[in-house]
Nanobody, 113 residues
Framework: QVQVEESGGGLVQPGGSLRLSCTAS????????MGWWRQAPGKQRELVAI??????TNYADFVKGQFTISRDSANTLYLQMNSLKPEDTAIYYC????????WGQGTQVTVSP
């Protein structure tokens, strides 16, 4: 079992930045991929960025050059979001893949003047 907790969401003006954090606990040594997803109102959850155990990263086309995923340990993940736009408004979820998928509770990001 892996427990996941996100933090760092909030309200930001267009063009602003936010940094999301995610910490996993429990059986963290079984984690081989970790990433960020988001779900906007009325839409399906979509992948934003993912990092695998080797350190290789993949980004959704809509955030390339705007968001950066990183980690500083086996259980801590970040998402640096720059040049935020209103369409980036969503609940952002951290996901840890360790055989099964483990989700955090989500953190709200609202981009509005």
């Amino acid at each position: 079992q892996v427990q996941v907790e996100e933090s760092g969401g909030g309200l930001v003006q267009p063009g602003g930045s936010l940094r999301l954090s995610c910490t996993a606990s429990g059986n963290i040594h079984s984690i081989d991929r970790m990433g960020w997803w988001r779900q906007a109102p009325g839409k399906q959850r979509e992948l934003v960025a993912i990092i695998i155990s080797s350190g290789r990263t993949n980004y959704a086309d809509f955030v390339k050059g705007q968001f950066t995923i990183s980690r500083d340990s086996a259980n801590t993940l970040y998402l640096q979001m720059n040049s935020l736009k209103p369409e980036d408004t969503a609940i952002y979820y951290c996901g840890m893949i360790a055989g099964s998928m483990y989700w955090g509770q989500g953190t709200q990001v609202t981009v509005s003047p």
